[in-house]
């Protein structure tokens, strides 16, 4: 009976309790943690939030953005990626000495499929107007073009790696039905997708705002993302239907009529003069020494105006790891420091003398018959396009206000065999017999990891300020999306492609008195030029593999073939030589060409490589897409 008691009455008193929290709205109150819609959206602070979020999402193949190992929506540091092709190598920890053998890239290789950002911009759009009724029709405005800005650009990313993909623009929304055939889209042709993103910059650009702004889309941002897409759908017109079997489908999901190339050149060369006549941005030019003014242009943060979009990081939660990743290994500030990516000698090769001349190394004598001796290291390089040393640490060069100690070991004369006899040391600044260098301490070296194995080093995109090469300081160097150096090399392109060569050499020339070689140092162009300049102005800004695929020529220039100097990584190491008795030699510096010791395989780009495919559990969930092509 006491039980039965007591069991009512804890009953009647929670029921009091209950009663009482209803009429005091006990149970309706809002949470200090959940923010509603109507919050979210009417409040700048909170939009402009989530805009950096999907700022922070945009996908990118190399670069600093993944820097940290994983981003935030779970990349992998991509970075490590620019040891991919052929403009640098792996030199870091042998757990990734695949990167060196490389048998033949994977048609999964730079796939995406990313529709998860997609959905949450258009879910933005639309709960944006339902919304925010405090924002004014100004920040609305904005706020708009902004995020359509940033989908139009991830489309972009989309169709340059998989071709014509579904164009989604709405949020789509299951009914719990059983049938999800609603949802299901087919591709959209290449084309299509390329048009979709010149008509969204058109339409936003007046409406974007955000003027002067680097890290934040701007009319100039956008200008600079047509002028980019432009110039690839164009070249995709042209040099895909040049190919002896064009690469096409047949519903134009892949491939784009050839009569269309000149009306993407057309557009490509207006938004880039746009920008360029605009007078907004301009070359940087505040450095005297052309080599250091080039890196700069990439580096410098206050009054550069060159940047036009970046990816910045401002605050030590968002410093990267790059610079302590990548540094000369002889100079290291962190005792872990590596020295992970080695920029290729055919890189450094493709860098031309400042008389025009082909830049192949004077390292033989014309007869072959011997070496040519030098009296310093970094005399090899004299007279060298300036962006050689702006993007690339050689042997003889400074950084960070010190020597960089780049030799191999010595060329020792032997007089029994009439020919000399290499020595390197089996560890880094090691002494030779005559009690001088024998191996740098930057190397190079044929086997000790995180030391180059080609005999260079990056500079471009490494820190040059104290300490930030370790684990404690970082950097803050920004990742640079578009910058008006591109711009240039994108309008020269376009107009040469169009027969406005007057036009295109205006631009290739003021890229090239920038780097050295004076006002209008060419008077011809060809198409090999125009490329051959892109490599050297835009090296490691993640551009080489996607002009290659545009051009529809990777699968020529990395061919799989060891015979194919192309497709192999070359290194070049110094050797002091120790000759007593001639003075014409004997503590003289030489040189030799080699395949890097630690490459493995040769390059090998496959015409399935063109267009990545589509993961099969995407296919298998939309039954209206079609494969690739290869694939």
Known sequence: MKKQYLYKSMLLGITLLLAGACKKDWLERQSRTILLEEQAWNDPKQVVALLANFYDRLPVQTGL??????????????WRDMANFDDAMWSGQSNEDGRNNIAAYGFDNWRLWNYSLIRDINLALENMMLYGTKLSDAQKTQFSAELRFLRAYDYFELVKRMGGVPLITKQLIYDYSGNASALQFPRAKESEVYDFIASEMDAIKNELGNDGSVSRANRYTA??????????????AKYNNLMAAPITTPGGEVGIPAGRANEYYTKSLEASKEIINSGVYTLYRANPDPGENFYEAITAKSGNREVIFVKDFLTPQKRHWFSYDNIVRGIREDNLGSSSISPSLNLVESYEYLDGTPGALKIRTADNSDFIYYDNPQDIFANKDARLYGTIVYPGANFKGLPVGIQAGV????????????????????????????TGSSGPHRS??????????????????????????????????????????????????????????????AIRDRAGFGPNSLTTLTTDRIRNE???????????????????IADRVWNGNVSNPNAMIYALYPYRVVRPGDAARNGKYVFVKMIAPRFRSPRFFQLGNYYSSIDQQVLNNNPKLVKNPFH
């Open 65 to 78: 953005q993944d820097i940290n190992n994983t981003g935030a929506d779970g990349r992998i540091a991509q």
């Open 223 to 236: 200008m600079a993302l047509k002028s980019r897409a432009m110039l690839y759908a164009g070249s995709l």
């Open 411 to 438: 060329m020792a004369w032997n007089t029994a065999t009439n020919s000399y006899t290499v020595v390197e040391g089996s560890d880094l600044n090691t002494t030779y017999t005559d009690g001088k260098l024998l």
């Open 448 to 509: 000790i990891q995180e030391v180059s194995n080609t005999g260079f080093y990056l500079r471009k995109y490494i820190d040059s300020r104290a300490r930030t090469s370790t684990r404690g300081v970082q950097s803050d160097v920004w990742w640079v999306w578009f910058r008006l150096g591109e711009i240039y090399l994108n309008a020269a392109e376009a107009a040469f492609e169009l027969g406005q060569t007057g036009e295109a050499l205006t631009y290739i020339n």
């Open 534 to 552: 892109r490599r050297a102005e835009l090296a490691f800004e993640d551009h080489r593999l996607w002009d290659l695929k545009r051009w529809r």
